[in-house]
Each structure stands twice: as C-alpha cells, then as structure tokens.
C-alpha cells in the first residue's frame, strides 16, 4: 500500500480489521508509524503527538493495545527502549525484516530490502536456538563512516 493512502480512513479501517474501535488517539499513532519508516519507542509517539492534545499515558496504552492486536510489531533492541513499528505482513508471527543501529549515532534503520536466514547445523541446537523474533545489525551507519 503506498504510503500516501494512509490516511484517517485507511487507520479507521484498519482498526476495525483488528477489532479495536478507532479512537483518535489510536489513528494518530497508526498514522504516525505508517509513516515513520523507522521503529519508533514511546517517547518519539509522545513528541510526535503530545501536541495534538494526547497525553502519555494515553499513547503508551494505544502502542501496546496495537501491538497486543498484533497490529505493531513490538521490538526489543536490547538498549531498554521498547520499539514499535507497524507490522507488514499481517498476522505474521516471524521477523519480518533485520534492523540495523548505528553504534555512533544510534541511529536504527530498518532494513526492508534485506533478508537474512539463519540456517542451524543438523541436530539439538535448532530447540535451544526457539524462535528468533528479532534479527539486529550494528555498525556505523553511511553518515557516520564519512566523518
Ligand atoms: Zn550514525
Ligand atoms: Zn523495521
């Protein structure tokens, strides 16, 4: 879907799909992620939205109501900042895309053209390895290489 046809209606609908009533602090925030491009944590919602009149507490329900209606991806980069991003494939339950965070600038950028595959060797380890739900890349971003 491009990305200009997610306005108001489209969020509306989507919501409805998901079974959530569409409050207009939950099509903000969808709307706000369709756009984003990149996964967004809870303090980036609230500066994008707190003037809209949308308090915190209000948003960091709506992220995770969304994420519990399988609506967003929930994302946990391991630098205790809880990510979302809206989710592509409906429904899926696998990652949909490796992330890639910049060491120096802290950039994260999602890394939609890219597929990585984890192969196990034979054996045990593919059980202990579970399921893999989130694949991070780090390094120094374009930006940072340069200067
Ligand atoms: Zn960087
Ligand atoms: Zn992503």
């Known amino acids: 879907m491009p990305a200009t046809s ?4 489209w969020a509306k609908n ?16 969808l ?7 990149s996964p967004q944590s809870h303090a980036d919602v609230v500066e994008a939205l707190g003037d809209e009149g949308f308090d915190q507490s209000t948003l960091f329900r ?7 209606s399988r609506l967003l991806t929930r994302l ?8 979302f991003e809206l989710r592509q494939i409906e429904g899926a339950d696998t990652l949909e895309h490796p992330h890639f965070m910049c060491v120096d600038c802290g950039k994260l950028l ?12 034979r054996g045990p380890r593919r059980d202990i390895l579970g399921t893999i739900t989130e694949v991070l ?3 120094h971003c374009g930006q940072c290489s340069t200067e």
């Not at 709506?62 to 519990?68: D, Y």
């Not at 946990?76 to 990510?83: K, S, V």
């Open 14 to 29: 989507v919501l409805r799909e998901a079974g959530l009533r569409a409050t207009a602090a939950r099509v903000a925030v």
């Open 110 to 121: 999602c890394l939609k053209d890219f597929k990585v595959a984890i192969s196990p060797s």
């Open 6 to 9: 997610r306005d108001t209606n």
């Open 137 to 139: 890349l780090r390094g």
């Open 31 to 37: 709307k706000m992620l369709a756009v984003a491009g």
């Open 76 to 83: 946990d980069l391991g630098d205790q900042i809880r990510r």
């Open 62 to 68: 709506c992220l995770n109501e969304m994420a519990e």
